[in-house]
């Protein structure tokens, strides 16, 4: 079975600042996904980014990135220029093979709680 | 249109009540989930539908029945729940051709209060 972890229960950012999450997994498959989602207190789940695992390049959108160590297992995820908007509950979540009896199950981290700093 | 909605946002029910959580997204998308999610917990996977059929029940008590009446839409329907059952209930979807799956798309929620 897969795992992820999250060994940040909570972060801390000030406005305009970098701030980095960090998330690890554990999984035997070659084809998997890893995702950042955001839960702000309005409970909707955003997708912030994703990485396709055979994909050696580190995934991008406007501010946040990843660093993705497939070696290691590890999945971190950078948000730059940090923004009150972006204070939120942040998951990471792993998805196995598309294909097969998975149906695209995510396995969530407990996620990490930021809190941006005016 | 990225939007997967549910209704209702709020729901309280007696423990000997019938009710149902709706979800509906007009994506495309055959793959349907609904996810249990405590507070500051992440979401648990309950059911995963793929055209329109069952294929993932997570050991799911059967006060909780899932229905999937046509691509788009996606039912809970709740019955002699209990207080623990209390929770964020998540709807997604995703592009699902039978082998490539895309990202999950989550609706806002029903906040489920059982008394």
């Known amino acids: 079975a897969q795992t992820v972890t999250q060994s940040q229960p909570e972060m801390s950012v000030q406005e305009a600042e970098t701030v980095t999450l960090s998330c690890t997994y554990d999984t035997s498959e070659s084809d998997y996904y890893l995702f950042w989602y955001k839960q702000p207190p309005s409970r909707q789940m955003i997708l912030v980014i994703r990485?396709?695992?055979?994909?050696?390049q580190n995934a991008t959108e406007n501010r946040f990135s990843v660093n993705f160590q497939k070696a290691a297992k590890s999945f971190s995820l950078k948000i730059s220029d940090s923004q009150l908007g972006d204070a939120a509950m942040y998951f990471c979540a792993y998805r196995g093979n598309a294909g097969g009896t998975s149906y695209g199950k995510l396995t969530f981290g407990q996620g990490t709680i930021l809190t941006v700093h005016p | 249109d990225t939007e997967v909605t549910q209704t209702p946002k709020h729901l309280v029910m007696g423990m000997t009540n019938k009710k149902s959580l709706k979800c509906e997204q007009h994506m495309g998308h055959r793959a349907m989930y609904w996810y249990k999610q405590k507070a500051k917990k992440p979401p648990e996977l309950m059911f995963v539908y793929s055209y329109e059929k069952l294929s993932i029940n997570e050991s799911v008590p059967s006060r909780f029945s899932p229905e999937c009446p046509n691509s788009s839409l996606l039912n809970l329907h709740l019955h002699a729940l209990q207080p623990e059952d209390s929770a964020l209930y998540l709807c997604a979807s995703s592009r699902f051709d039978g082998y490539v799956n895309t990202e999950a798309f989550f609706g806002q929620g029903t906040r489920l209060t059982v008394v």
């Open positions: 990485q396709e695992a055979y994909k050696q």
